[in-house]
């Protein structure tokens, strides 16, 4: 199994920044696409942005150009830069990851854009 464990949530003005990160370990050998879900109180979950194993990155249309996925394989982590953010960014924000036989899930990490 593959556990999951995200940070760098908390509480930011309009038009300011975070990066959130996520740490894979376990059995991350097979891991290849990884990426981060959100959901909004009262909305559907949905996915911000997916990184693969070649870095290959794609991005949900409303944080096209405010949001990078990265990942460091050393480390086993990937990241979220958010930046620009909007108050509608406000979300618990969910670290994925894909092998062969499951999608793991993190516990998620609050995101509140307020002022």
């Known amino acids: 199994q593959v556990q999951l464990v995200e940070s760098g949530g908390g509480l930011v003005q309009p038009g300011g920044s975070l990066r959130l990160s996520c740490v894979a370990s376990?059995?991350?050998?097979?891991?290849?696409?990884m990426g981060w879900y959100r959901q909004a109180p009262g909305k559907q979950r949905e996915l911000v942005a997916t990184i693969t194993s070649g870095d290959s990155t794609n991005y949900l249309d409303s944080v096209k150009g405010r949001f990078t996925i990265s990942r460091d394989n050393a480390k086993n982590t990937v990241y979220l830069q958010m930046d620009s953010l909007k108050p509608e960014d406000t979300a618990v924000y969910y670290c994925?990851?894909?092998?062969?036989?499951?999608?793991?899930w993190g516990q998620g990490t609050q995101v509140t854009v307020s002022s």
């Open positions: 994925v990851a894909d092998d062969p036989s499951r999608r793991s």
């Open positions: 376990g059995n991350i050998f097979n891991i290849y696409n």
